[in-house]
C-alpha cells in the first residue's frame, strides 16, 4: 500500500490528452513539491516534472503537472505511442521523515 | 549528463547482508547540493525510497528500514554504498542508485537497476 494513491491505469488515443492523479495528505503533498518520473520497463526513471510544475530541460512542454491542496495531477498532451510507460508521483513526507511515492500508474495509447 | 551504474551480487541469502555500489560519471560526487541515494521496487509495492548520502558523509535512512541501512562515499573513487543487512525474501527487488539535486525528492539522474534476489 504505497503513501500516495494513484490510479492503476489510464488510456487514450494518441493526439488526445490524458491526467494522471496523485493523492496525499498534508503531512507531503499538502506541504511538500511533488516530482514525476517516467519509467519504461528494463530503463532508468526519467524526472519529468519537479517542484510541482518545473520541466527539466529536455522535457517537452506536452507535460504539465500541478499541485491543489493535496493532490497534484500530470497532465501529458500530444500523446504519443512512446509516452506508453509507467508513470510515479513522489514527495517528500514530513511525518513519516522519508521520500514517498505513488503506486505507479500504466499508461496505454490506444 | 550523470551517469550512475550499480553493481552488486544478484543473490544473497537470507540473514545476509547486501552490499551495493554505485560509480558515478559525469559530475564529482563531491557536489554541494547533491543527495547520493538508493530506492528499490518491488513487485508488489512499487518504489521504496531508501535514504541519501551527501559527499559530507551526512546520511538519511527510511524509518521503515530501520537501522539495517549503512550508507557511505568513497570520493576517491566516485562511488557510493548501501549495505543492507538482516535480509529476507521480502528485501527481493530492483535496486536503483540515483541523484537528487537540491531536494531529495527531485531525483534527476538514475542508474539502470540491479536485481537482487534473496533466496537460499
Known amino acids: ?110 | 549528463q550523470v551517469q550512475l551504474q550499480e553493481s552488486g551480487p544478484g543473490l544473497v541469502k537470507p540473514s545476509e547482508t547486501l552490499s551495493l555500489t554505485c560509480s558515478v560519471s559525469g559530475d564529482s560526487i563531491r557536489s554541494y547540493s547533491s543527495y547520493w541515494s538508493w530506492i528499490r521496487q518491488t513487485p508488489g509495492k512499487g518504489l521504496e525510497w531508501i535514504g541519501f548520502i551527501d559527499s559530507s558523509g551526512n546520511t538519511n535512512n527510511n524509518p521503515s528500514l530501520k537501522s539495517r541501512v549503512t550508507l557511505s562515499v568513497d570520493t576517491s573513487k566516485n562511488q557510493f554504498s548501501l549495505r543492507l543487512s538482516s535480509l529476507t525474501a521480502a528485501d527481493t527487488a530492483l535496486y536503483y542508485c540515483a541523484r537528487a539535486e537540491k531536494k531529495l525528492e527531485r531525483l534527476s539522474d538514475w542508474g539502470q537497476g540491479t536485481l537482487v534476489t534473496v533466496s537460499s
Open chain 1, 1 to 110: 500500500q504505497s503513501v500516495l494513491t494513484q490510479p492503476p491505469s489510464v488510456s487514450a488515443a494518441p493526439g488526445q490528452k490524458v491526467t494522471i492523479s496523485c493523492s496525499g495528505s498534508s503531512s507531503n503533498i499538502g506541504n511538500n513539491y511533488v516530482s514525476w518520473y517516467q519509467h519504461l520497463p528494463g530503463t532508468a526513471p526519467k524526472l519529468l516534472i519537479y517542484d510541482n510544475n518545473e520541466r527539466p530541460s529536455g522535457i517537452p512542454d506536452r507535460f504539465s503537472g500541478s499541485r491543489s491542496g493535496t493532490s497534484a495531477t500530470l497532465g501529458i498532451t500530444g500523446l504519443q505511442t512512446g509516452d506508453e510507460a509507467d508513470y510515479y508521483c513522489g514527495t517528500w513526507d514530513t511525518s513519516l521523515g522519508a521520500v514517498v511515492f505513488g503506486g505507479g500508474t500504466k499508461l496505454t495509447v490506444l
